[in-house]
């Protein structure tokens, strides 16, 4: 879901409830999510981090009072704007990019984000 600021959004409506249960902690241990916005809506896209291709969640206009966009503030990643510490999980790693990706480009972010690895062990090898 995408937070923005005055709670978080799966869609347009409030606790949207597109189904997106799939996605959460007990589910998988890593998750890749991506939040993609225009000025006159938003995207979501979500998969596992570890296999398989990105889903789209939600792609629609923004919930009203956030319709169109209006740019405040500052942007934080991996806490919400208000710097409380009431999230749930560990944020790793993450980007902010000017303009929108291709649909393509997401994809291949997405497979290099699985070729990465997360969660797998590290084996090292000793020279005999």
């Known amino acids: 879901m995408a937070d ?3 709670g978080i959004w799966g869609g347009a409506a409030d606790h949207s409830t597109d189904d997106i249960s799939w996605i959460d902690a007990n589910a998988h241990d890593f998750i890749t999510a991506m939040l993609k916005g225009g000025s006159n809506g938003f995207g979501l896209r979500g998969g596992n981090a570890q296999a398989g291709e990105l889903r789209m969640l939600y792609d ?31 944020f ?33 090898t000793v020279p005999v």
């Open 92 to 124: 790793y790693e993450g980007c902010v990019t000017a303009g929108l990706a291709s649909n393509a480009t997401d994809a291949l972010i997405q497979a290099n984000i699985v070729a990465a690895g997360y969660g797998q062990a590290i084996v090292k």
């Open 60 to 90: 629609g206009r923004r919930p009203n009072h956030y319709q169109p966009m209006k740019k405040q503030g500052a942007l934080i990643l991996g806490i919400g704007g208000d710097n409380s510490d009431r999230t749930i999980g560990t």
């Open 4 to 6: 923005l600021e005055n």
